[in-house]
């Protein structure tokens, strides 16, 4: 038999190419493998040329390149190189997606969730970038709206706002975590409630500065590791330490309350959070200190 005279039957391509009649015949209706002519009986027939082309197409599907794409490649309506391009990009979005899919999972596994935790996590792993951004945003310009710009104000929102542009290829437990957590704290409304009452007081004016000599917190984050108790004699020698020793009671309590105002737990969280999606180095919690010192100004006999 000469493969460049003679013609094949479906069976004898199949045969040939190892694909079934099937498949051969599902091809050739869509018109990718049309016959060469047709025998007495009116069954179809193919030359080597035909041969040539089932190959092709056989490659093709086989690297996930959809039927409309085959024929438009085979009709030269376009190059096998710019359809390649266009698929290499579609499986980079499907591999993230894979890898984020299997983070979740394992999330899921690690941390026993819950039937609500679980559809949360599988919603977040279908969101775009642009739609987990959506996310923060809704929350910032509900947190913010109406309040009178400032320096400060406008410069809380924007740090707010500062998400990666998207979670990386193959996100670590911690990342999922984070988005899960993150999540679920924005949409808190209680926590909501909090921010916006801090952004009106910094918009008011009313953000404390720190008294003097305090630069830091450090000797109240070491007073709370030794277990010295706020309303202790020993503590108002770490305060004395900290703020002016002349301070009226009245205005130790007007500063413990303004350092109070602009002090909470969730919200050093939400910056926590901000930190491992954008892979920042983890900072210790400040606001147990604070919390500490606000205790000592307001215990001060």
Known sequence: MDDRTDLFTIGQLARRTGLSVRTIRFWSDLDLLPPTARSTGGYRLYDAAAVARLDLVRSLRELGIGLDDVRRILQRRTSVREVAQAHSHALDAEIRTLRLRRAVLRSVARRGSTTEELRLMNDLARLSARERQRIIDDFVDEVFGGVAPGPDGDGLARAMRALPADLPDEPTDEEVDAWIELAELVA??????????????????T???????????????????????????????????????????????????????????????????????????????????VEWLVAALRATP
């Not at 209680?190 to 910094?202: D, S």
């Open 188 to 205: 808190d409304p209680a926590f909501r409630r909090r921010v916006r009452a801090m952004a009106q007081a910094g918009a008011a004016g």
């Open 207 to 289: 953000a404390p500065s720190p008294p003097a000599p305090m630069h830091s917190i450090d000797a109240a984050r070491a007073a709370l590791a030794a277990g010295i108790a706020p309303d202790s004699g020993r503590a108002r020698a770490v305060l004395d330490e900290m703020v002016d020793p002349g301070l009226s009671r009245a205005e130790r309590l007007t500063l413990a309350d303004g350092i109070a105002a602009f002090t909470d737990r969730q919200v050093e969280r939400y910056w926590q959070l901000i930190g491992v999606l954008n892979r920042r180095p983890p900072f210790p919690p400040a606001v147990p200190a």
